[in-house]
């Protein structure tokens, strides 16, 4: 499935921002989706993931509190609710998704198969 990952931008600190995850020609509602995101001269981490089967929502201990997965009604869209956000938030984000993910494998970037290209969030202080 091809994914794109759209709606970010340049927000002030404590500001918010909605990123969304959509698949081309299809709905995702088998999909598990996880976002991950990845800062500057950091590797890519985790940021939460809801899950195809329940919509069961996991997140980082870094973004708990402060954002929220979600899907749309026809589950064609995911999204990412950003609020309070942080400088150290600044990173590319994206969206992965695959189908038959394991709850104890929602962290991990080798249980998606498949990604979006990424979209730039940048958080000013």
């Known amino acids: 499935v091809q994914l794109q990952a759209f709606g970010g931008g340049l927000v002030q600190a404590g500001g918010s921002l909605r990123l969304s995850c959509a698949a081309s020609?299809?709905?995702?509602?088998?999909?598990?989706v996880g976002w991950f995101r990845q800062a500057p001269g950091k590797d890519r981490e985790f940021v939460g993931a809801?899950?195809?089967?329940?919509?069961?929502?996991v997140y980082a201990d870094t973004v708990k509190g402060r954002f929220t997965i979600s899907r749309d009604n026809a589950k064609v869209t995911v999204y990412l609710h950003m609020i309070s956000l942080r400088p150290e938030d600044t990173a590319v984000y994206y969206c992965?998704?695959?189908?038959?993910?394991?709850?104890?494998?929602?962290?991990?970037?080798?249980?998606?198969?498949?990604w979006g290209q990424g979209t730039l969030v940048t958080v000013s202080s």
């Open positions: 992965a998704a695959d189908i038959g993910v394991i709850l104890s494998s929602l962290r991990q970037q080798s249980a998606y198969d498949n």
């Open positions: 020609g299809r709905t995702l509602s088998r999909y598990t």
């Open positions: 809801i899950r195809g089967s329940n919509s069961i929502t």
